[in-house]
């Protein structure tokens, strides 16, 4: 059976071998006789599966014992509050760059807990845009700088790592770990939902330098307290086993690809032949700046929005999934994730330019 190619935003596609793998361990896991599912987290068995992956991404991110992984729950929107619960750490305020839908999600969520100072906005600019370096007005007594490196409804993608000095960057990354070589050591704490590049979503991934533990605001929960996680090895409580085996298996995925520069290779060239299609076009249109177009997640506009139909409609006939834009912006929204083909993308290309030719 070929399987029809899926464009959402996440919940998103996982990688073909990843699925196979995961059915013929599905009833006996290495002889164990269980589905991974169905075991004691803190059994040996799934506590091989746990140490795997969490040294797999530690290898394929190339992240140094200074920080911790963490494998939570509650997705990117409970880092959103656990951010500044833990990382505030006696300051009263925290800078925060504010780039679109998800940024704004994290600042209004960081109100709650002190007053965040926006070092930019592009807003004004309808997000469509990265802010350069020159553009970021920090603040030296802030405790930490948040911003969102790929900002998944607007396909707008920072191509540098803003330079925060000595305040500790937090980045949400959850549309785009694991698309390309990271430098892990720029970072304070890193978080991302797994449900695009990682795994199946309720698997939410922090990584932690270890000295930003510590401190947390009075009142914070302990399931909202990174240092009960890292002193439990995420094991407080139960974790999102089943998530976590499936994440372990898209790592060993990742690896025996060659890693992330191979990934990123295959990436660079996905978005490349996508955005051209829409370039080389009257018909089609995306609004984003060259310099900060996301290689993850491609809107799209039709000249004309009363087609917008009979393109989803067409694209759904040609196997080619999820294409509907995010409400807020409208339009098209082609999200090309790791586990997105090649031929996915070129499948999707040769549809866009037949619709043009014949509709547009
Ligand atoms: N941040 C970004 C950049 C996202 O793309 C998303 C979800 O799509 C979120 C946060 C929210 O993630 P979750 O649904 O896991 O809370």
Redesign the pocket.
Known sequence: MTRPYNFS??PAMLPEPVLQRAREEMLDWHGSGMCPAEMSHRGKEFMSIAERAETDLRELLGISDDYRVLFLQG????QFAMVPMNLLRGHTSADYINTGS?SK?AIAEARRFCTPSIAASTEDDRFSRAPVQDELKLSSDAAYVHY?P???IEGVEFPDIPDTGDVPLVA?M??TLLSRPLDVSRFGLIYA?A??NIGP?GL?IVILRADLIGETLPGTPAMFDYGIHAKNDSMYNTPPTYAWYLAGLVFAWLKELGGLEAMAEINRRKAAKLYAAIDDSKFYANPVELRARSWMNVPFTLADPNLDGDFLAGAKDAGLLTLKGHRSVGGMRASIYNAMPEAGVEALVDFMREFERTRG
């Open positions: 935003a996440g997705g990117a929107s409970s998800w999600k969102t790929n900002e998944t949400d959850s549309s939902g449900q695009k979503a939410t």
